[in-house]
């Protein structure tokens, strides 16, 4: 946890230079929108004008959730295993989407409550699944430390070998619980205005899962402004996981690209250790889940697409990275006024 100390601001120096060449591309100024300022984001974390997306990654953090013993969905504990290993063969919906975006996709035992037999799937339990937020805590502080620090040491050994972009997933049946709960702490929000239906609950099913939050935010409380308390109380392993993978990204260099909700609560959690990280987050889409809006707002990150997506494993983040070529496309093979005879347009007051 001592690299945290070591994170300083991306380079805003460069960003103003990425603009300086958007503007002399023959188009109206700032008309790419987000696109520019994400592209601006990226210039500055590798500081270079001229940034290359082309090395990027998918890390999906999987783990299990105590909060399941509740009964907040609609499927057992049993399917993080199986959907784990279907991701770490290159089977499942975000390896797809991986294929053709050109990423590699990684998935990371963290806490599965199973041993899993499969060697494509790295390996990083730190327990077998949380403990129940409706209880009591989801796991120690030493553990979130150890979850936070697998993380950042992926995000190290990613970069070392090039990696440049990389897109949060997860994979943990029930987690969209105690993401709920810390939304609700988080943002100042009583439990009913954050909690979603998750993958996919009745009305029924889903005023359970909110009594069951205010339960976990009853018991766990008084809470501080301390990140790794918030995690111990109400977290995950994956959402620690994902708060690592955010705060790597500020330490070595890398754009990190939140999720949906779960990872959006990561990257706020990661912002409480440092504010500085945000400068290296981009955000890809609004969440259907309720408190996903909010969670970016929190953040002050802008996202590209809002489509309903609510699917996980980092398919919503790996969206952005074709609209991200897309602007790389304009970036640096438009033609420019200069030498197309347009007369340049006037700055919009």
Same mark, same amino acid.
């Given at each position: 946890?001592?690299?945290?100390?070591?994170?300083?601001?991306?380079?805003?120096?460069?960003?103003?230079?990425?603009?300086?060449?958007?503007?002399?591309?023959?188009?109206?100024?700032?008309?790419?929108? /987000?696109?520019?300022?994400?592209?601006? $984001?990226?210039?500055?974390?590798?500081?270079?004008?001229?940034?290359?997306?082309?090395?990027?990654? /998918?890390?999906?953090?999987?783990?299990?959730?105590?909060?399941?013993?509740?009964?907040?969905?609609?499927?057992?504990?049993?399917?993080?295993?199986?959907?784990? *290993?279907?991701?770490?063969?290159?089977? %499942?919906?975000?390896?797809?989407?991986?294929?053709?975006?050109?990423?590699?996709?990684?998935?990371?035992?963290?806490?599965?409550?199973?041993?899993?037999?499969?060697?494509?799937?790295?390996?990083?339990?730190?327990?077998?699944?949380?403990?129940?937020?409706?209880?009591?805590? =989801?796991? %120690?502080?030493?553990?979130?430390?150890?979850?936070?620090?697998?993380?950042?040491?992926?995000?190290?050994?990613?970069?070392?070998?090039?990696?440049?972009?990389?897109?949060?997933?997860?994979?943990?049946?029930?987690?969209?619980?105690?993401?709920?709960?810390?939304?609700?702490?988080?943002?100042?929000?009583?439990?009913?205005? /954050?909690?979603?239906?998750? =993958?996919?609950?009745?009305?029924?099913?889903?005023?359970?899962?909110?009594?069951?939050?205010?339960?976990?935010?009853?018991?766990?409380?008084?809470f501080s402004a301390d990140p790794t308390e918030l995690i111990?109380?109400?977290?995950?392993?994956?959402?620690?996981?994902?708060?690592?993978?955010?705060?790597?990204?500020?330490?070595?260099?890398?754009?990190?690209?939140?999720?949906?909700?779960? %990872?959006?609560?990561?990257?706020?959690?990661? %912002?409480?250790?440092? *504010?500085?990280?945000?400068?290296?987050?981009?955000?890809?889409?609004?969440?259907?889940?309720?408190?996903?809006?909010?969670?970016?707002?929190?953040?002050?990150? $802008?996202?590209?697409?809002?489509?309903?997506?609510?699917?996980?494993?980092?398919?919503?983040?790996?969206?952005?990275?074709?609209?991200?070529?897309?602007?790389?496309?304009?970036?640096?093979?438009?033609?420019?006024?200069?030498?197309?005879?347009?007369?340049?347009?006037?700055?919009?007051?």
């Open positions: 946890m001592d690299r945290i100390s070591k994170i300083v601001r991306a380079d805003k120096k460069f960003a103003l230079l990425a603009q300086e060449h958007w503007d002399s591309v023959a188009k109206p100024l700032r008309s790419f929108g /987000v696109l520019e300022d994400n592209w601006n $984001k990226i210039a500055a974390v590798q500081r270079t004008e001229s940034p290359d997306i082309s090395s990027r990654a /998918v890390v999906v953090m999987c783990a299990d959730n105590g909060v399941v013993e509740e009964g907040v969905t609609q499927t057992d504990r049993s399917v993080t295993r199986i959907c784990s *290993e279907a991701i770490a063969c290159g089977k %499942s919906n975000i390896n797809a989407l991986a294929h053709i975006y050109g990423a590699q996709v990684i998935a990371v035992d963290i806490g599965i409550a199973a041993d899993v037999q499969c060697k494509e799937l790295v390996n990083r339990k730190i327990a077998y699944g949380s403990d129940n937020i409706a209880v009591g805590p =989801a796991m %120690s502080r030493e553990n979130v430390f150890k979850a936070v620090e697998v993380g950042m040491d992926i995000v190290r050994d990613l970069a070392e070998k090039g990696i440049k972009l990389i897109v949060t997933g997860e994979m943990g049946i029930g987690n969209t619980t105690p993401t709920s709960a810390l939304s609700s702490v988080l943002l100042g929000l009583p439990p009913e205005v /954050v909690t979603g239906r998750g =993958a996919g609950l009745s009305t029924v099913m889903l005023e359970h899962k909110i009594e069951v939050v205010k339960r976990a935010t009853a018991i766990n409380s008084p111990s109380k109400l977290g995950s392993y994956e959402i620690a996981g994902m708060t690592g993978l955010f705060l790597g990204g500020a330490v070595y260099g890398v754009t990190v690209v939140i999720d949906g909700v779960i %990872s959006a609560v990561s990257a706020v959690l990661a %912002s409480m250790y440092s *504010e500085a990280c945000t400068d290296y987050m981009l955000a890809s889409h609004v969440s259907a889940e309720p408190a996903g809006i909010g969670l970016l707002e929190n953040l002050g990150l $802008k996202a590209v697409i809002n489509g309903g997506l609510r699917l996980g494993e980092g398919t919503g983040g790996i969206l952005l990275l074709p609209l991200l070529d897309g602007a790389a496309a304009i970036y640096y093979n438009s033609h420019k006024f200069e030498n197309s005879g347009i007369e340049r347009y006037a700055e919009l007051k």
